[in-house]
């Protein structure tokens, strides 16, 4: 292979490879909002977040913290503490958002979340995948860290 070959190898790989890394996750399909918060696990309305297997919903009033709490149009987001980390999902239902064009709330309770209008059952201890009902798309995720004692930051 001449050198000229290589080379219009090595570009055409590098674009292929450049564009699948910019392609949008095709399950997310529940618009990017910013989301930036912290929860301090010894303040009193977070409790039951040093459970494991337990969450708590969090939205624009909940201690202030505004638009970066409110999740996708308000709905808010969930917070879930599995057995290492914690996991921050969007309160929308991916699948009424997709097909019908709703903005549906999902209804968490020990370890899953439920869509009162599809019936969908997503589990958010592994990710938000759909476990039951007709949704085929997670839960949208968003990125949390842990400090390993007090404090748990959610953002996008």
């Known amino acids: 292979m001449s050198f000229k070959a290589k080379r219009a190898c090595i570009i055409v790989t590098l674009i292929i490879l450049l564009s ?20 301090d696990l010894l303040d009193p309305e977070f409790t039951s977040l ?11 009033g909940t201690n202030n913290w505004g638009s970066g709490a409110a999740g996708y149009d308000g709905n808010g987001i969930i917070v879930y503490r599995g057995p290492e980390e914690f996991y921050a999902y969007d309160r929308t239902c991916p ?13 968490p309770d020990f370890g899953i ?7 969908t059952v997503y589990s958010l201890a592994t990710f938000g995948v759909p ?4 949704g085929n798309y997670t839960l949208k995720i968003y990125r949390t860290s842990f400090d390993e004692a007090r404090y748990v930051r959610v953002w996008n």
């Open 20 to 39: 699948y890394s910019c392609k949008k996750n095709d399950h997310d399909v529940i618009p990017d909002v910013y989301v930036d918060f912290t929860i």
């Open 50 to 60: 040093t459970v494991i297997d337990a969450s708590d919903t969090v939205d624009a």
């Open 95 to 107: 699948y009424d958002f997709a097909v019908n064009g709703l903005s549906t709330k999902v209804r």
């Open 113 to 119: 979340a439920t869509c009162p209008v599809c019936g």
């Open 131 to 134: 476990l039951s009902g007709k």
